[in-house]
């Protein structure tokens, strides 16, 4: 039964925290190219199993804050979490009926829109990548996917967060 | 429409950031809420670097240290050649009415992140506004130039290497003078040249060394080696490859340069005052041996009135 009142907020700030933690996180020399989208995996999970907490504030500010770390133009890696958090929003009817790994495929798909999104902005401001490389990250994301998945979702029964 | 509201507000913060100062304080602002981020990402590597100095062994820290006492004799023997040279330089420099070279200033600060973006070289170090860091502010190693400040956090900078996509830096050969643009490629390894002729005088071996006609960079500090020159028929220019000297993904300190930002007339005018001094001391001390007494009093006469009034003058009169 769920209530109507919200309460234990502070753990998906947490979880977001630790998520822009995780993308400045040093990386061994070429694992750099594979650096999982922590950001857009955890607000797709809290989109998509608390729909009603908001996505798309989260999303914003935690981009902006993205955006000093990594010294790119304010709304620079907002807009691709903006994004994922929407289409999560959107498709959350179906994709809470899916198993993990059916969830997986769908966000393969969205984490590469945004990753698009994301490169058309950086071809914009003159930082175009010279490869495809930029899409690796997101079948590592996807592949991730279940993880995340059961650990936050272990993280907010162990919370109660609503 | 919600999406549509932060969508748009994105897009007006990405313009208004893109083409105004009017954001900066508030990313200077964030950006002290969120160094501690990289402070504690960092942590790991810091507790693994400690550890293994903690373990290592006598023998090695011996070896180090011979190796270390190795090279400070060599670094010494040639300071003792650099004292006499940089003596014979003031000299010379003075005969020809120029500027005295002054050192620069530098302080020494820490990496403290790199960007997490793959393919932008830029890196993070750990002195900011609060230091003076300025934007545009040369950054070195021990081996060379590795870029400069893009981003002044206030205990923190963002640092633009030289194989940035978006850096270049105006260079000379070393060996005989030619100037040229030293591109960033993209590629950690490499520096391309820009518009070099095909008869350039350029060989593989070269060193690079910073031109300083950008007014960027102090000249004279290795930028980098010429390792490769490709003359292909048919193409308007050569294909010159250099290697960065400085150990761009390697080094973990690094030097932040003060280098002049007088103007080069507020600098002769202030070469001309220092001259004037000690000419002032050195008749003082009544030193009749080398030089006539009256000549290097006069020189001092003239400099002093002229290097407060008009400073273009008195680095001639300073000489005359």
Same mark, same amino acid.
């Given at each position: 039964?769920?209530?109507?009142?919200?309460?234990?907020?502070?753990?998906?700030?947490?979880?977001?925290?630790?998520?822009?933690?995780?993308?400045?996180?040093?990386?061994?020399?070429?694992?750099?190219?594979?650096?999982?989208?922590?950001?857009?995996?955890?607000?797709?999970?809290?989109?998509?199993?608390?729909?009603?907490?908001?996505?798309?504030?989260?999303?914003?500010?935690?981009?902006?804050?993205?955006?000093?770390?990594?010294?790119?133009?304010?709304?620079?890696?907002?807009?691709?979490?903006?994004?994922?958090?929407?289409?999560?929003?959107?498709?959350?009817?179906?994709?809470?009926?899916?198993?993990?790994?059916?969830?997986?495929?769908?966000?393969?798909?969205?984490?590469?829109?945004?990753?698009?999104?994301?490169?058309?902005?950086?071809?914009?401001?003159?930082?175009?990548?010279?490869?495809?490389?930029?899409?690796?990250?997101?079948?590592?994301?996807?592949?991730?996917?279940?993880?995340?998945?059961?650990?936050?979702?272990?993280?907010?029964?162990?919370?109660?967060?609503? | 429409?919600?999406?549509?509201?932060?969508?748009?507000?994105?897009?007006?913060?990405?313009?208004?950031?893109?083409?105004?100062?009017?954001?900066?304080?508030?990313?200077?602002?964030?950006?002290?809420?969120?160094?501690?981020?990289?402070?504690?990402?960092?942590?790991?590597?810091?507790?693994?670097?400690?550890?293994?100095?903690?373990?290592?062994?006598?023998?090695?820290?011996?070896?180090?240290?011979?190796?270390?006492?190795?090279?400070?004799?060599?670094?010494?023997?040639?300071?003792?050649?650099?004292?006499?040279?940089?003596?014979?330089?003031?000299?010379?420099?003075?005969?020809?009415?120029?500027?005295?070279?002054?050192?620069?200033?530098?302080?020494?600060?820490?990496?403290?992140?790199?960007?997490?973006?793959?393919?932008?070289?830029?890196?993070?170090?750990?002195?900011?506004?609060?230091?003076?860091?300025?934007?545009?502010?040369?950054?070195?190693?021990?081996?060379?130039?590795?870029?400069?400040?893009?981003?002044?956090?206030?205990?923190?900078?963002?640092?633009?290497?030289?194989?940035?996509?978006?850096?270049?830096?105006?260079?000379?050969?070393?060996?005989?003078?030619?100037?040229?643009?030293?591109?960033?490629?993209?590629?950690?390894?490499?520096?391309?040249?820009?518009?070099?002729?095909?008869?350039?005088?350029?060989?593989?071996?070269?060193?690079?060394?910073?031109?300083?006609?950008?007014?960027?960079?102090?000249?004279?500090?290795?930028?980098?080696?010429?390792?490769?020159?490709?003359?292909?028929?048919?193409?308007?220019?050569?294909?010159?490859?250099?290697?960065?000297?400085?150990?761009?993904?390697?080094?973990?300190?690094?030097?932040?340069?003060?280098?002049?930002?007088? @103007?080069? &007339?507020?600098?002769?005018? #202030? $070469?001309?005052? %220092?001259? /004037?001094?000690?000419? =002032?001391? +050195?008749?003082?001390?009544?030193?009749?041996?080398?030089?006539?007494?009256?000549?290097?009093?006069? @020189?001092? &006469?003239?400099?002093?009135? #002229? $290097?407060?009034? %008009?400073? /273009?003058?008195?680095? =001639?009169? +300073?000489?005359?």
């Amino acid at each position: 039964m769920i209530s109507g009142r919200p309460n234990n907020g502070w753990v998906i700030w947490f979880s977001l925290t630790l998520a822009l933690l995780l993308s400045v996180a040093p990386m061994p020399g070429s694992a750099e190219l594979a650096r999982p989208l922590w950001l857009g995996l955890v607000i797709a999970f809290w989109s998509l199993t608390l729909p009603h907490r908001g996505g798309l504030g989260a999303a914003f500010c935690f981009g902006l804050a993205q955006d000093v770390l990594a010294g790119t133009l304010f709304g620079q890696s907002a807009l691709p979490l903006i994004l994922i958090a929407f289409l999560v929003l959107s498709l959350q009817q179906r994709l809470r009926m899916f198993p993990l790994w059916q969830q997986s495929m769908v966000l393969l798909v969205v984490l590469g829109l945004a990753q698009l999104v994301q490169l058309w902005l950086n071809t914009l401001t003159g930082n175009r990548p010279p490869t495809l490389l930029f899409l690796v990250p997101v079948p590592i994301s996807a592949l991730l996917w279940p993880w995340v998945f059961v650990a936050l979702q272990g993280m907010r029964q162990r919370f109660a967060v609503y | 429409m919600r999406l549509l509201v932060f969508v748009v507000l994105c897009v007006v913060l990405m313009v208004v950031d893109a083409r105004f100062d009017a954001l900066k304080t508030v990313r200077s602002q964030m950006g002290l809420v969120l160094t501690p981020f990289y402070w504690v990402a960092d942590m790991p590597v810091r507790i693994w670097r400690g550890a293994t100095e903690q373990i290592a062994s006598s023998n090695s820290l011996m070896a180090e240290n011979e190796k270390l006492k190795a090279e400070a004799l060599l670094m010494q023997r040639r300071l003792q050649k650099l004292a006499m040279l940089t003596e014979q330089n003031v000299r010379l420099r003075e005969l020809l009415n120029s500027a005295a070279l002054v050192d620069d200033k530098v302080i020494v600060a820490e990496l403290i992140g790199l960007d997490p973006n793959p393919f932008t070289h830029r890196i993070l170090i750990d002195k900011g506004e609060k230091d003076g860091v300025f934007m545009g502010q040369p950054v070195l190693d021990a081996s060379g130039l590795m870029g400069q400040v893009v981003e002044v956090l206030p205990y923190a900078a963002r640092v633009l290497l030289l194989t940035d996509v978006t850096h270049s830096i105006p260079v000379q050969v070393n060996r005989n003078g030619l100037r040229a643009i030293a591109v960033g490629t993209g590629n950690p390894d490499y520096l391309e040249l820009r518009h070099v002729a095909e008869t350039a005088d350029v060989k593989a071996g070269d060193l690079l060394v910073s031109s300083g006609l950008g007014q960027r960079f102090p000249s004279g500090y290795p930028v980098a080696q010429v390792t490769e020159v490709v003359h292909g028929s048919g193409q308007p220019f050569a294909i010159v490859r250099a290697v960065p000297t400085a150990m761009l993904n390697r080094s973990r300190y690094l030097m932040l340069v003060f280098s002049d930002s007088r @103007t080069p &007339e507020e600098r002769a005018a #202030a $070469a001309a005052e %220092a001259q /004037a001094d000690a000419d =002032q001391k +050195a008749a003082a001390e009544g030193v009749e041996a080398s030089t006539p007494p009256g000549e290097s009093g006069s @020189t001092a &006469e003239a400099a002093q009135p #002229a $290097a407060g009034t %008009a400073p /273009a003058a008195p680095a =001639q009169e +300073a000489g005359q």
